[in-house]
C-alpha cells in the first residue's frame, strides 16, 4: 500500500470536539478579537484566521459585509468562530459593542474601498460602521485596531499609501501584507496571530532589541564536510518567539543545521562557526538590550580547512584541533552593557557539579541555563536557571522560555530580575 492511498483505515481516535482546536498557548486568552471580514477573495481564508486566534485561547466574533459573503460561507465562519456572524446593523448594536467590548479589532482581509471608508468616516456596511467605532475607542485607550490590507499592485496607488499613513498616524497597526505574484497577500495566520498579540502586549520588552542565538555553529574540514554537534536550536526558538510575542524586537540567530522553526520569527541562518561569531558580534555593536546565548557553540575547529575535497579511501586521517574564540565574551566585550543570558550544558554530572560550573558565567552572565543530557526528554529539556540569588529547577521548554522573557522584562521594568518556575 502507497503512503498516499487509503487504507480504508478508520480515524485515530480523539477526545476533542467538532468546534475544538488544537491549543497552542494562552496568550490571547480572555481576549475578545472582532475579525472584520470584506469583500475580497482573501476573505475565503479567514475561517483559518479565527480557529489561530482561538488556538491561542482568544474569543472570536466576525462581522461581514455583504460582498465577503460571496467569497466565504456564513455557515463556515460560524462554525470557525462557533458563533453567528454579525452581516448588519441591528437593534442590539453589535457594532458599538458596549457590552461585551472588543480588546481588539483586525481587518483581515481590508480591501482599498474600505481602508478609504475607514479613514474617512464612512460607514455604509455594519463592517465600516464597526470600524468607526472602533477608531473612536483606539483614540480613548480602550481597544487595538489592526489592518492587512489584501489586494491587486495596480491598486496599490498614493490615495491606498496616503490613507493608511492618516489611519497610522491615529493608532491603527498595518500588519505587512505577503508580498508576492505582483499582489499584497494576507500573511499567514500564525504571523497575523502574532501581530495581535504584540499589539495588545503591555510588556516593558516592547520594541527591545534582543538577540537569541541557536543551534549548532558548523567548522569546515574541507570545502564538503563539516564537525557539527547535535544541538538544533529549538528552545532557542522557543525562546525568540516568546519576546516576539511580547512585543520585543528580536532576532533568531540561528547555526545552519537540518531543522528550521516554522514560527514566523525574524531569521538569520549562519552556516559555520566564523559567520556565527561575526554575526554575533556585529549585532552587539550595533547596540542590543539582551543576548540570549543558547547556540552549541563549536569549542574547537580544524587547525586548518582543507580547500576543495579530502579524498575519500584513505585508511586514516588527522585533524589538528584548536580551540575557538569564546563568542559570548566577544559580544560581551561589543557591548558591555548588554543584558547576558548564558547557556551551560554537561554530561554525567551532578545537579550540584552542573549548578557550581555553571556559577562560573555569572561573570558575564546575570542568567545562566543549565541543562545535562541525562535531563533530555526527546525534543523536551529540564534546566536549571541559575542566577545570584538562587537556583530555579525548571521541567520543559516553554517554562524555559517563559522564564528567560519574565527574567528579561524585569531587567526593562526596573533594572531587577524577576525569575519565578512557570505553572
Not at 150 to 158: P, R, V, Y
Not at 169 to 184: C, I, T, W
Amino acid at each position: 500500500m502507497k503512503p498516499y492511498d487509503w487504507d480504508f483505515a478508520a480515524p485515530t481516535p480523539s477526545g476533542m470536539g467538532d468546534h475544538d482546536v488544537p491549543m497552542l498557548s494562552q496568550r490571547l486568552a480572555g481576549r475578545r478579537i472582532a475579525l472584520l471580514v470584506t469583500g475580497g477573495i482573501a476573505a475565503m481564508k479567514t475561517p483559518q484566521i479565527a480557529r489561530g486566534l482561538r488556538r491561542h485561547g482568544a474569543q472570536v466574533v466576525a462581522f461581514a459585509s455583504d460582498d465577503a459573503l460571496r467569497y466565504v460561507a456564513r455557515e463556515a465562519l460560524e462554525w470557525a468562530t462557533m458563533g453567528p456572524v454579525i452581516t448588519g446593523l441591528t437593534w442590539r448594536a453589535e457594532h458599538l459593542s458596549d457590552d461585551a467590548p472588543f480588546d481588539a479589532y483586525l481587518l483581515a482581509p481590508a480591501t482599498h474601498s474600505t481602508i478609504a471608508k475607514m479613514a474617512h468616516g464612512i460607514g455604509d456596511t455594519v463592517v465600516s460602521s464597526a470600524l468607526i467605532s472602533a477608531l473612536g475607542r483606539l483614540a480613548q485607550g480602550r481597544t487595538k485596531v489592526l489592518v492587512a490590507p489584501t489586494m491587486h499592485g495596480t491598486m496599490h496607488n498614493a490615495q491606498l499609501v496616503d490613507n493608511a499613513r492618516r489611519l497610522a498616524e491615529q493608532g491603527v497597526r498595518f500588519v505587512a501584507p505577503r508580498d508576492a505574484y505582483g499582489k499584497h497577500n494576507l500573511p499567514d495566520t500564525e504571523v497575523l496571530c502574532i501581530a495581535v498579540g504584540r499589539a495588545l502586549s503591555t510588556s516593558p520588552l516592547i520594541d527591545r532589541k534582543i538577540m537569541v542565538t541557536a543551534g549548532p555553529t558548523p567548522v569546515p574540514v574541507d570545502g564538503v564536510r563539516r564537525i557539527v554537534n547535535r544541538f538544533r536550536g529549538r528552545l532557542g526558538a522557543r525562546v525568540a518567539e516568546e519576546l516576539i510575542w511580547r512585543g520585543a524586537d528580536a532576532e533568531l540567530i540561528l547555526g545552519d543545521g537540518a531543522w528550521r522553526p516554522s514560527a514566523p520569527i525574524p531569521l538569520t541562518i549562519t552556516r559555520t562557526f566564523d559567520e556565527y561569531r561575526d554575526t554575533v558580534v556585529a549585532r552587539a555593536q550595533s547596540g542590543l538590550f539582551a543576548g540570549v546565548f543558547s547556540a552549541g557553540v563549536a569549542d574547537y575547529r580544524p587547525k586548518k580547512a582543507v580547500v576543495g575535497k579530502i579524498a575519500s579511501g584513505q585508511s586514516s586521517l588527522m585533524l589538528e584541533l584548536e580551540p575557538t574564540e569564546k563568542v559570548i565574551d566577544l559580544a560581551c566585550q561589543a557591548d558591555p552593557v548588554m543584558h547576558c543570558v548564558a547557556f551551560k550544558y554537561l554530561e554525567g554530572v551532578s545537579e550540584e557539579e552542573l549548578v557550581r560550573v555553571a556559577a562560573k558565567r555569572l561573570d558575564h552572565a546575570g542568567l545562566v541555563v543549565a541543562t545535562r543530557g541525562e535531563d533530555t526528554r526527546g525534543t523536551e529539556q529540564r534546566a536549571l536557571m541559575v542566577a545570584r540569588d538562587g537556583v530555579t529547577p525548571l521541567e520543559d521548554k516553554r517554562a524555559i522560555a517563559i522564564a528567560i522573557a519574565d527574567y528579561l522584562e524585569g531587567l526593562a521594568q526596573n533594572g531587577h530580575p524577576i525569575l519565578a518556575a512557570a505553572e
